[in-house]
């Protein structure tokens, strides 16, 4: 059973376009991790989310955190070619463990 | 930031043998270490929690015989890969965190091909 629905899973559009993956789940969490994976190396944190209704921006990325800290979403202005890669999110449990979302592979063509 | 050094990157061996990754937190102590197995563009699968001091955890599934994990200290964790065969061929990848405030830091990743 996949706790943490993330999609799209593939996603290729034009450099310039917007884009949203969404990372949905029944349970709470205490915090909501984005990652940004390369290929060939590991994940690098974006973002951590913790308030119910949180937003946080990080230059064209923007992150909310569901009121009831059970869904996360990431929206992308304006992509370019350097955004390419694997987008993963990870819901943190009270017991410290992380329960990952299949991810979003991400292609933005010049 | 925090920094994870896992060494090596890449490493090529033969079935039967077995094959040793490590993980260092390196400004930083990590009581605990997490070790994950990734196929190409999925998702992280949790192997095994690694405790400094004590026996690691490992997830449903995960044979603690054939992927022995030591956490002798603060700041290496190892893995190691025993009876190597082809079908544990894969890329693994060791985090840690260094507060309670903060995200989860990955090391680099080892692609391991068995042949």
């Known amino acids: 059973t996949q706790l943490l629905e993330q999609s799209p899973q593939f996603l290729s559009i034009q450099e310039g376009e917007n884009l949203t993956v969404y990372c949905n789940s029944s349970s709470v969490f205490s915090s909501l991790q984005w990652y940004r994976q390369e290929p060939g190396e590991g994940p690098v944190l974006l973002v951590t989310?913790?308030?119910g209704g949180e937003v946080k921006k990080l230059k064209r990325l923007t992150f909310q955190f569901g009121d009831a800290r059970k869904d996360s979403s990431l929206h992308i202005t304006a992509a370019q070619p350097g955004d390419t890669g694997l987008y993963l999110c990870a819901g943190e449990r009270v017991n410290r463990k992380l329960i990952w979302g299949l991810g979003t592979s991400l292609a933005v063509n010049p | 930031g925090a920094v994870v050094s896992q060494h090596p990157s890449w490493v090529i061996c033969k079935s039967g043998t077995s094959v040793k990754i490590e993980c260092r937190s390196l400004d930083f102590q990590a009581t605990t270490m997490f070790w994950y197995r990734q196929f190409p563009k999925q998702s992280l699968m949790l192997m095994a929690t690694s405790n400094e001091g004590s026996k690691a955890t490992y997830e449903q599934g995960v044979e603690k015989d054939k992927f022995l994990i030591n956490h002798a200290s603060l700041t290496l964790s190892t893995l190691t890969v025993t009876s190597a065969h082809p079908e544990d061929s894969s890329f693994y990848i060791c985090s840690a965190r260094q507060t309670d405030n903060y995200g989860y830091t990955f090391g680099s990743g080892t692609r391991l091909t068995v042949v």
């Open positions: 989310v913790v308030t």
